[in-house]
């Protein structure tokens, strides 16, 4: 993301908004060139002391001179904020990337008055340190070229997946949207344990996530599949395989089949 990009407004000041921000400036985007728009004056200030940015009160402010808008409110308050930009006169120029759990592109581009350019995308927490996992998926009035921006924007924060059918943004929320929690709730889980066996949980806790980070890293960089990174460090009849076929037995693979599943089935609701 070069200085020159286009000025990006957002919609929302939470935790996710403040991390795509520190993604795009820690990547050469110019922090005057956004705008954020939320009811908070002190959360405003508080981005703007931070972060250099600009912050307004209103949408309509926020959303006048940029390019680029990013919704980053509550699924819930959607419907009377995309009403109040519908009314801008300039909106049918602009790229809306929404971050809005379960409200469908289609909702958005009719809420707007149609004919407007519409990116939805699913990232995760991780992207508050720069490590996060995002799917998007454009609609049918978006441009190559403003998908690409709506790429270049989610990669300054992460990593970007592309799908073509909205219907697998559901399967993404079940994976990677929710997928955080899982993989903290099995460190706490390692973490207990540690301490269970009479280590101090300092001592648990540095070794569960540094372990967690390398097995995350070697996944990841040694474009080794994890299956096959597992056999490679479980000798048969060791102790790593005595924990895997526990594991196993205890039926870890229909535990986590049922999970997502019920994740994304919770994706359908809301976007119904």
């Avoid at 940029?66 to 006169?89: D, H, N, S, W």
């Avoid at 300039?90 to 149609?114: D, P």
């Avoid at 990677?176 to 706490?188: D, R, V």
């Amino acid at each position: 993301m070069k200085a020159n990009s286009p000025t990006i407004a957002f919609i929302g000041g939470g935790n996710m908004a403040s991390a795509i921000i520190a993604g795009l400036i820690a990547h050469g985007h110019e922090p005057t060139s956004i705008v954020v728009c939320d009811p908070d004056a002190q959360k405003r200030a508080e981005l703007s002391s931070k972060l250099g940015i600009r912050g307004a009160g209103e949408p309509s402010t926020a959303v006048d001179q940029a390019a680029v808008v990013v919704l980053a409110i509550k699924p819930q308050v959607a419907e009377g904020v995309i009403r109040e930009l519908a009314t801008l006169p300039s909106v049918q120029n602009k790229l809306f990337i929404s971050v809005m759990a379960g409200v469908r592109i289609e909702t958005i581009e009719q809420g707007l008055g149609g004919n407007v350019a519409v990116v939805r995308a699913m990232p995760n927490t991780p992207a508050v340190v720069q490590c996060g996992a995002t799917a998007i998926c454009a609609g049918q009035y978006t441009s190559d070229v403003q998908r690409k921006i709506a790429q270049d924007i989610v990669e300054s924060f992460g990593i970007c997946v592309l799908v073509d059918d909205e219907a697998e943004i559901d399967a993404v929320t079940a994976v990677s949207g929710s997928g955080p929690a899982y993989f903290f709730l099995l460190m706490e889980e390692m973490i207990n344990s540690g301490v269970a066996m009479g280590l101090h949980e300092t001592v648990a806790r540095r070794l569960t996530l540094q372990t967690a980070l390398g097995a995350a890293k070697m996944a990841s960089e040694l474009d080794i599949h994890p299956a096959t990174l597992r056999a490679n460090v479980t000798s048969p009849n060791g102790t790593t395989d005595r924990a895997v076929k526990s594991f196993q037995e205890d039926g870890l693979q229909q535990i986590v089949r049922k999970a997502t599943g019920l994740a994304q089935q919770r994706s359908r609701e809301l976007g119904a």
